[in-house]
């Protein structure tokens, strides 16, 4: 099994729903990653998770609140975001967490905020 | 900021023919270089990468540069299919001590293959 899966795969919320999007993987990694990405535009980093402990944050508003609950899962827990967080929020994992670990991306989540 | 972008947004080839994606970085430092294909409505998919003490890495039907004299990265495409059409990134990353890393993608070009 070398897939990220992510649910929901469409998300439509208002500013004043709480929703989480999640994120699977089965391949062993010990490091995986939230990036946020725009249309048409590169994926940002949000956040890296190593062995289950939060490692990066990169200035993420608090409306963002991650979570791993054990070395295979992921959440993004949302609250009170605003229509320009609408964007595909995509998860990835690797084996470890260093400069040459290659990245296993899910699909994503498309996220819209009404 | 240091950065890594592209000299050509847009790409558009015809089908059998060799594609070549160029893409510019500007931190020296950068020790470790990805390609990664993103087909519409999917995550990015690694497709080869390249380690600064090369500079040339092949793989099926694609061929990856380096010149770091010029900061300069290409990604060639032979024999290119329609089922290539994506957008391709460059990416760059090098260690900034123990495990603190970061992975900067480029803008992206899009590849069009017409049959």
């Known amino acids: 099994d070398t897939e990220v899966t992510q649910t929901p795969k469409h998300l439509v919320m208002g500013m004043t729903n709480k929703k989480s999007l999640k994120c699977e993987q089965h391949?062993?990694?010990?490091?995986m990653y939230w990036y946020k990405q725009k249309a048409k535009k590169p994926p940002e980093l949000m956040f890296v998770y190593s062995y289950e402990k939060l490692s990066i944050n990169e200035s993420v508003p608090s409306r963002f609140s991650p979570e791993c609950p054990n070395s295979s899962l992921l959440n993004l827990h949302l609250h009170a975001l605003q229509p320009e967080d609408s964007a595909l929020y995509l998860c990835?994992?690797?084996?470890?967490?260093?400069?040459?670990?290659?990245?296993?991306f899910g699909s994503g989540t498309q996220l819209s905020v009404l | 900021g240091e950065s890594v972008g592209l000299h050509l947004p847009t790409l558009s080839v015809q089908e059998g023919d060799n594609s070549i994606i160029n893409c510019a970085y500007s931190n020296s430092a950068s020790d470790y270089f990805i390609w990664y294909k993103q087909e519409s409505g999917k995550g990015p998919q690694f497709i080869i990468d390249?380690?600064?003490?090369?500079d040339k890495r092949q793989g099926q039907r694609v061929t990856v540069l380096l010149n770091k004299t010029v900061k300069h990265l290409s990604l060639q495409i032979a024999a290119t299919q329609p089922g290539d059409s994506a957008v391709y990134f460059c990416a760059e990353t090098y260690s900034r001590g123990g495990s603190n890393y970061k992975l900067t993608f480029g803008k992206g070009t899009l590849l069009t293959v017409n049959p």
């Open positions: 391949m062993g990694h010990r490091a």
């Open positions: 390249i380690r600064s003490n090369m």
């Open positions: 990835a994992s690797s084996q470890g967490l260093g400069a040459k670990e290659k990245l296993f």
